[in-house]
C-alpha cells in the first residue's frame, strides 16, 4: 500500500530551507517533513524548527540534523525527496550531494522560484548576485539612499541569518544600533543591517518571510529585496538587479543558483572595474552578452575610502575582511587588501600562527582564506575567538575591511583603519536612470 504522505528532508543552511518549508510544505497536508538537515553555519544543527513556527501539522516542530547524516536518515524514515535549499556551492557540489540522496533511494529536488517567491501589494527591487560578497550590499544601500531622495518611502528586506532563537526571529525590524543589541545580533547580521541604520532606513529580516513582508508593506511604497549568497528572490520582483564581479570572472556559470540570477536579471552590475583585470572583465561582458543578451549593463566601480589617523605605509597590518566573502565566497581578498596594498603596507602578516579556538577550525576548514583574518562571528564564542586572535597577532596596525565598526563589538589592542567601499557607476546607464526608468513604468 502506498504512503498516504511524501517524506522529505529539506538540506540547508538556515535561510533558504526554511522559507521553502514555510511557504510550500508548512501547510500542505500531501508531504511530511521529517527533518532539516544544515551546513556552513556554525551550531545550527542538533536544533528544532519549532512549533511556534513549524504550523498545526508539525506540532512538535521538526529537528535540524548535521549534514553528514542524510544518507542514514533518508533510509531510517523511508524518505521519498530531498530538497536542497541552500546557495552559493558549485554546480559539481550539488549534483554530489544528489548523488548521495539517490544512492539511499531518494528523488533530488531543486525548487524554482515560481513555487517560492511571494508575491507583494507593493512594487519590489531586488537585489542579488552571482556569487557572495560581490557588491549586493553596497548597490542596495545606493537604491534605497535614490529611492529616498525621489521622495519614495522604502523599506529593506534581507535574506534570511537566523542564527539564535528562531522562533524569536520570526520577524526583526531593525532601525537603530539599539535594535540590533536587542536581537542580540551576530557579526554577520550586523555588517547587513548597520550600513541601513547609518543611512536612516529600516531593514527587516527574520524567518517567516510571509509576515515580514506584510509588516513592510505598511511602511512602503517600494519593497528592496536584499539577496544574501548567490540566491533568488523570496519576494518576486519587478526590477532584477544581479551584481557580477571580474575577479571571479567565470564563476557566474559555475555556482547554484548564481547562473539561474544571471539568466534572470534585468539589469548586470559588473562591480569593481577599478581593481579588475581587462580579460577578466572582457570575459564577463561576453559571458553576459551570450547568456542573457536582453539585460541592461551597468559599469561601475567599488570606492574605497579609509577611517582612521593610523598610517599603513611601512607597517606590518593585520587585514581583517567579511567572513562569508572569504569562506564560502573563496575570495582572496577584499576591500581591507586592496588598501593596505595601495596605501603601501609593509607586510600583510598572516594570523593563521595566531588563530584561536573556533576561528583556526575556521582555516582548517577553508584552508584558501590564506594571510587574511575572516570576520567570523555567528555566536559568542566566535566573537570571543576573534578578539583572542586579534589580540595574539605581532603586527603594528589593523586593517578593517568589514561593514561595520569591528571595534564596537571586540576589544582591538592595536591601531585601526577602517576601510569603506562604495558603489560608483561609470557613465549611463546607471541606477539613477534605471530607477528614474522603472518609476515611470510602474507609474510611481
Known amino acids: 500500500m502506498a504512503d498516504a504522505k511524501t517524506r522529505v528532508i529539506i538540506m540547508g543552511a538556515a535561510g533558504r530551507d526554511f522559507h521553502n518549508f514555510n511557504v510550500f510544505f508548512r501547510a500542505n497536508p500531501e508531504y511530511e517533513v521529517v527533518a532539516f538537515t544544515a551546513t556552513q553555519i556554525p551550531g545550527i544543527e542538533d536544533k528544532r524548527y519549532p512549533p511556534g513556527l513549524s504550523g498545526k501539522l508539525y506540532p512538535d516542530g521538526i ?53 517560492t517567491m511571494l508575491p507583494s501589494s507593493r512594487k519590489v527591487i531586488s537585489v542579488c548576485a552571482v556569487r557572495t560578497g560581490c557588491g549586493k550590499s553596497q548597490t542596495s544601500r ?164 579609509l577611517e582612521g589617523d593610523a598610517s599603513i605605509e611601512g607597517r606590518r597590518v593585520l587585514v581583517v575582511e567579511d567572513g562569508p566573502t572569504l569562506t564560502h565566497g573563496e575570495m582572496r581578498y577584499g576591500a581591507g587588501t586592496l588598501a593596505a596594498q595601495r596605501q603601501g603596507a609593509r607586510e600583510l602578516v598572516d594570523p593563521r600562527p595566531w588563530a584561536q579556538g573556533t576561528i583556526r577550525d575556521t582555516f582548517d576548514r577553508y584552508p584558501g582564506i590564506g594571510a587574511l583574518l575572516p570576520a567570523m562571528g555567528y555566536g559568542p564564542q566566535q566573537i570571543q575567538d576573534l578578539e583572542r586572535t586579534i589580540h595574539a597577532v605581532e603586527c603594528d596596525l589593523v586593517v578593517i575591511g568589514t561593514p561595520i565598526d569591528l571595534s564596537r563589538i571586540v576589544r582591538i589592542d592595536k591601531p585601526t583603519v577602517r576601510v569603506r567601499y562604495e558603489l560608483a557607476e561609470r557613465g549611463t546607464p546607471n541606477l539613477n536612470t534605471v530607477l528614474d526608468g522603472f518609476l515611470k513604468t510602474q507609474g510611481l
Open 63 to 115: 529537528p535540524i540534523f548535521p549534514e553528514e547524516k542524510l544518507t542514514c536518515l533518508i533510509r531510517e524514515h523511508g524518505v521519498h525527496r530531498v530538497v536542497f535549499a541552500y546557495s552559493d556551492v558549485r554546480h559539481e557540489y550539488v549534483m554530489h550531494r544528489a548523488s548521495d540522496a539517490m544512492a539511499a533511494g531518494a528523488d533530488f529536488w531543486l525548487m524554482g522560484p515560481d513555487s
Open 142 to 305: 545606493k537604491i534605497v539612499r535614490l529611492l529616498k531622495e525621489k521622495g519614495k518611502r522604502v523599506a529593506a528586506v534581507r535574506h534570511a541569518m537566523p542564527y539564535g532563537d528562531l522562533e524569536k526571529q520570526k520577524v526583526q525590524r531593525f532601525a537603530s544600533l539599539d535594535d540590533l543589541k536587542k536581537h542580540n545580533c551576530t557579526i554577520e547580521e550586523m555588517e547587513e543591517y548597520e550600513p541601513y541604520i547609518d543611512l536612516g532606513a529600516a531593514i527587516y529580516a527574520g524567518v517567516d518571510y510571509e509576515a515580514i513582508l506584510r509588516e513592510a508593506e505598511k511602511e512602503a511604497d517600494i519593497i528592496l529585496w536584499d539577496g544574501g549568497n548567490n540566491d533568488f528572490p523570496f519576494y518576486r520582483p519587478d526590477l532584477e538587479i544581479v551584481v557580477a564581479d571580474p575577479h571571479r570572472a567565470g564563476h557566474e556559470l559555475q555556482y547554484h543558483p548564481g547562473e539561474v540570477n544571471l539568466k534572470r536579471a534585468d539589469v548586470v552590475i559588473i562591480n569593481k572595474l577599478d581593481s579588475a583585470e581587462a580579460e577578466a572583465v572582457r570575459k564577463l561582458r561576453d559571458t553576459i552578452a551570450a547568456h542573457n543578451p536582453k539585460a541592461e549593463v551597468i559599469d561601475a566601480d567599488s570606492l574605497i575610502t
